[in-house]
């Protein structure tokens, strides 16, 4: 990183100007439009221009509600994310091409919004947020704005940077999540480890939000409907991406005789049958049994004195180490899981824009964020180039499956390898800050006001 001559300058996460680079709301914008049109182009190719197939399902399916109703509609996702998807169906007046538009631009606003937010979080520290979130999603390619993810992964963004000036909208803000995605309600728990008198207002927030989607969603559409993402989730198969299916993809490149790939009825490729998949998707229950653990683990070191919990108010988790504690329990239902979506990678954006903005100029945190974030911009990429540049290939077969084979591999690698990192970091107290981090009030300043 390159740092500036000016006292003032901003610190910066990629190696440009701090004086110059994404200085004012006019320069984000253009540097927003220009990123963001060059991920238009690169959907434009034949390369990547088949990747709308979500937006197209969920068309169908909301086409299909009126005949099979709310209870075999999607019956994969929770009842208020069908709410959700229901208005690209309004925007789009009811056509194929204008929900997919209408779907994408809902996902860019997404984007824009939380871009807009971290300018206005962040202070002087604004600049490596707002450089990794801009690159972050031109490096993970157009997908993420075919995916349905994306609202969630930003939604916990939002509460992380509402976390300290208005705990109750961030309680609210995971609450959302968690009705519509399930995952982010993980990320409720690592806000009560920050010191001071918001676990109230998030815990009443969360409550209020969450609980209330979920009781409007029981009385709509009755128990079954309310449970189903679950059962739906634990009754698919090995998904070829997923951790617990690398070594046999490495296999199977070797031997594609031995092992039937096919696309199933939860939509995904899995691996149907062959030497060692049932044992595998034994191990991935195992996983996740394991990573279940790991999660208390480190919510217990956070939240509870004694128990990993210092007195010392200077080591309790603050708002960077609580960054690291939601970007470790991210990490962890991504690889214990036997399905491994691309998608799932855009989780990774929230907690890494947060910690940048709670770095600090310099330092051992500063260097550490950096490096954590060139490590998730790795696995964006060979997540890129996994699906869907490379993607056809590692489903069917064919001379060139040893190359998504490779990217896969090495993509799952770095995935674990950050896991273990970021969880170990996650469970060691965090260090009183530095007397210079102290009197700057710039490198204390908190969240959104």
Known sequence: MRTSAHPGARPAFLPLSATTWLSTPGRVAVVWLLSRLLIGIVYATPAENYI?????????????????????????YPTPAVWVLQLPWLLGCGTTVGYVVAFALLMLACDALLTVGLWRAGGRRRTAALEFWLVFLVVFGPLAYFRFDLLPAVLVAAALLFSAARPAVAGALVGVGAAIKLWPALVYPALLARPGRGRTPTTVG??????????????IGGWERLVSPLTWQSDRGLQIESIPATALMAARAVRP?????ELSQYNAYELMSGPGVAAMTVTSSVLTVLGGLTIVLILAR???????????PRRIPDAWHIGMIVMALVLILIITNKTLSPQYVTWLGGPLVYMFLHSGRTGQRSALTQRLAVGVLVLAGLTHLVYPLLYTPLYSGGSLMWLPTLALALRNLGLVILTVW???LALRPPRPPVVADQQNPAAVADDVS
Do not use: C, I, N
């Open 422 to 424: 970021v969880v170990l």
């Open 206 to 219: 969360f409550v209020v939000a969450g609980f209330g989607l979920a009781l409007v969603s029981l009385l």
């Open 257 to 261: 005789d031995l092992w039937v790939v």
């Open 302 to 312: 956070a939240l509870v004195p004694g128990f990993g919990r210092h007195t010392d």
């Open 52 to 76: 709308a197939g979500d937006p197209y399902y969920y068309w169908r399916k909301l086409g299909a509600m009126a005949e099979v109703g709310l209870g075999g509609t999607m019956q994969e």
